[in-house]
């Protein structure tokens, strides 16, 4: 028997599939996972891969990319597949031709007719007996790929071709894969993953699955008890108490999830969460502080320095505050690439000497990264050197902030090496370069394009965003905090499409009506589900936060002392 796992990246297509096999073999059946942990079991699918991803072929079009996918699938098939069919095995692929169709067709947008017969031919007739489409909603689906990329030390802006498009392409493959389940179902099983436990979704597909290899005509797979619907705040200051009540909810699920939901969430209930994880998850905590300079955030920040460096000195982003400077002298030795990248826009005589204790230290790179916003000779002697060393992608990234000729000079030799890196340094910036940059990537690297236009206010961005915004929410991220009139129209338009990113946009405004009306519709129409809530409770505690007097801030004890976290 044959078995596919389908679904948009991070929908947990891997973690179940892995789940399935191993329990199939200790049910006794002879298993082959095609794809076991992930990696392809074919070395030429592995390498075909490996060209797909590669995010220096910016200018792979679709139809090159579609084949080298198929040829992937053909390889697995030939080399891995039908081998173990003519075993006898139930082999199991995560992934097969039909994430072909929904990338090209439904996400790249070319014709679904058109896609047929390779794909009729890269399968040899072979198409799998049961597809098993893990569905997700693609925010949540980000979320827990941005977690586990943070637990396992993984950039989580490391450069892949995967991606660049936008988080639209997720979007317009879940729906391809939707309407593929849709007409087949006799092959298709549908399994949700936002709100359900793995272990009860393991059992319902080891359900469906020992019921077909029994031969028993397969009913549908049980269907989990219908959610109820959440019940959708009817004012923002509902708000912070449904979406408390949710993340009671994740925790006990997912509790790594609770606590990185918690990120940059300045306030008391946040806060109060923070002190009960922190014992379970010190580094996650903590890196939940990231943008937050309360009395608190430093306390926590103090009390784990030595338990997570990494993490503290990550905490710190790139605050200006003696305490932060405080804590990266004595985190430099731990962690000199978070203490390093943290000095970004820091011209101080402080900053200047954890510079220049860690090139006698050998981390040229990180101090080049760290360099951005910064023009005077020394930065610009250390950039040449990095130049000399082939260090091209850390030099760029220092470039970030700079708008002198020389700094588009320096880009326009780098992006030969390091294009990617290069175009993310021209954020928020307006010069003839980056303007340049923006026109020749619009297609290529939409997704970097769109973020590039942070906070800018010029035609050409307005005119970048009305393009981009049915296709990809990144247009709606880079008017963050706009309360200009073509945000505002964007935002209202695109508020069905891209509900978490208009709201998440409105963070650091003033709460009013026209915010209120218009994070409530996002929840009315996402049934107030997490991933929105989330979004909305973060503008609703910047907003308090930022009218607050301080100690209010600060978790009490009962008797009304500030309270001090502990291990
Ligand atoms: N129900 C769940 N509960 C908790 N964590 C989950 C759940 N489903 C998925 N995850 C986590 O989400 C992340 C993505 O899952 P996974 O790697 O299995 O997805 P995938 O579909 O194989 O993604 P990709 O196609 O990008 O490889 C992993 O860190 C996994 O542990
Ligand atoms: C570029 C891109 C691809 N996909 C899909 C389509 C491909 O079959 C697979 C390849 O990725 P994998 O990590 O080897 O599973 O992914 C996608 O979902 N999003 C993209 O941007």
């Known amino acids: 028997?044959?078995?596919?796992?389908?679904?948009?990246?991070?929908?947990?297509?891997?973690?179940?599939?892995?789940?399935?096999?191993?329990?199939?073999?200790?049910?006794?059946?002879?298993?082959?996972?095609?794809?076991?942990?992930?990696?392809?079991?074919?070395p030429i699918a592995r390498r075909i891969r490996e060209l797909t991803r590669d995010s220096t072929l910016l200018e792979m079009g679709p139809r090159t990319e579609f084949f080298l996918n198929l040829a992937r699938d053909a390889q697995q098939l030939e080399e891995v597949i039908i081998p173990s069919l003519a075993r006898g095995e139930v082999c199991i692929s995560d992934r097969y031709l039909y994430s072909q169709l929904a990338l090209t067709g439904g996400g790249r947008g070319l014709s679904p007719g058109s896609l047929a017969a390779p794909c009729e031919l890269a399968s040899q007739g072979v198409w799998p007996d049961l597809v098993i489409l893990v569905d997700v909603e693609p925010e949540l689906a980000r979320l827990r790929k941005r977690l586990g990329k943070s637990q396992s030390g993984r950039?989580?802006?490391?450069?892949?071709?995967?991606?660049?498009?936008?988080?639209?392409?997720?979007?317009?493959?879940?729906?391809?894969?939707?309407?593929?389940?849709?007409?087949?179902?006799?092959?298709?099983?549908?399994?949700?993953?936002?709100?359900?436990?793995?272990?009860?979704?393991?059992?319902?597909?080891?359900?469906?699955?020992?019921?077909?290899?029994?031969?028993?005509?397969?009913?549908?797979?049980?269907?989990?008890?219908?959610?109820?619907?959440?019940?959708?705040?009817?004012?923002?200051?509902?708000?912070?108490?449904?979406?408390?009540?949710?993340?009671?909810?994740?925790?006990?699920?997912?509790?790594?999830?609770?606590?990185?939901?918690?990120?940059?969430?300045?306030?008391?209930?946040?806060?109060?969460?923070?002190l009960s994880s922190v014992e379970r998850f010190p580094g996650l905590t903590v890196r939940s502080l990231i943008g937050l300079e309360d009395e608190p955030a430093w306390a926590l920040r103090e009390l784990l320095a030595e338990v997570v460096p990494r993490d503290v000195a990550a905490s710190l982003g790139v605050s200006h505050a003696p305490q932060a400077m405080?804590?990266?002298?004595?985190?430099?030795?731990?962690?000199?690439?978070?203490?390093?990248?943290?000095?970004?826009?820091?011209?101080?005589?402080?900053?200047?000497?954890?510079?220049e204790w860690a090139l006698r230290e050998g981390h040229l790179s990180n101090v080049l990264c760290g360099l951005a916003g910064l023009e005077d000779d020394t930065a610009w002697g250390l950039r040449e050197l990095?130049?000399?060393?082939?260090?091209?992608?850390d030099v760029a990234r220092g470039l970030a902030g700079l708008t002198s000729e020389r700094a588009d000079s320096l880009r326009q030799t780098l992006l030969g090496h390091a294009r990617l890196a290069v175009l993310r340094s021209?954020?928020?910036?307006?010069?003839?370069?980056?303007?340049?940059?923006?026109?020749?990537?619009?297609?290529?690297?939409?997704?970097?394009?769109?973020r590039s236009l942070t906070g800018l206010d010029t035609a050409e961005a307005w005119a970048l965003r009305e393009r981009g915004a049915p296709l990809t929410k990144e247009a709606l991220d880079s008017v963050d905090g706009m309360d200009d009139s073509r945000a505002w129209r964007l935002r209202e338009a695109f508020v069905r499409r891209w509900p978490c990113t208009v709201v998440s946009s409105l963070r650091g405004l003033p709460l009013t009506e026209r915010v209120e009306t218009l994070v409530l519709h996002a929840l009315e129409l996402t049934g107030s589900r997490l991933p929105v809530l989330h979004k909305a409770y973060g503008l609703v505690a910047t907003a308090h936060a930022a009218t607050l007097p301080r100690e209010r801030l600060m978790p009490r004890t009962q008797d009304g002392d500030p309270a001090q976290p502990t291990l």
Request: proline share 6%.
């Open 326 to 355: 405080a804590l990266r002298r004595r985190l430099c030795t731990e962690a000199p690439a978070e203490v390093l990248s943290g000095l970004k826009f820091n011209d101080s005589a402080e900053a200047w000497s954890l510079r």
């Open 386 to 393: 990095g130049v000399s060393r082939g260090l091209y992608a």
């Open 426 to 450: 021209t954020d928020g910036l307006d010069t003839p370069f980056a303007r340049r940059l923006r026109g020749a990537l619009e297609n290529k690297a939409r997704k970097v394009v769109l």
């Open 1 to 42: 028997m044959f078995i596919d796992f389908e679904g948009i990246d991070g929908s947990g297509k891997t973690t179940l599939s892995n789940l399935l096999a191993a329990r199939l073999s200790r049910l006794g059946y002879k298993v082959a996972h095609a794809r076991e942990g992930g990696e392809l079991r074919s």
């Open 155 to 274: 950039a989580a802006d490391s450069d892949s071709r995967k991606g660049l498009a936008g988080a639209g392409l997720a979007v317009r493959m879940r729906e391809s894969f939707r309407e593929m389940a849709r007409k087949d179902p006799s092959r298709w099983i549908v399994i949700e993953n936002n709100d359900v436990p793995l272990h009860v979704l393991e059992q319902q597909l080891v359900d469906a699955v020992v019921t077909r290899l029994q031969g028993r005509k397969s009913a549908p797979p049980p269907p989990l008890a219908p959610r109820a619907a959440a019940p959708v705040p009817r004012t923002l200051d509902e708000v912070e108490e449904h979406f408390l009540r949710a993340l009671d909810e994740v925790e006990t699920r997912e509790p790594q999830l609770a606590v990185w939901l918690l990120g940059g969430l300045p306030g008391f209930a946040a806060h109060q969460r923070r």
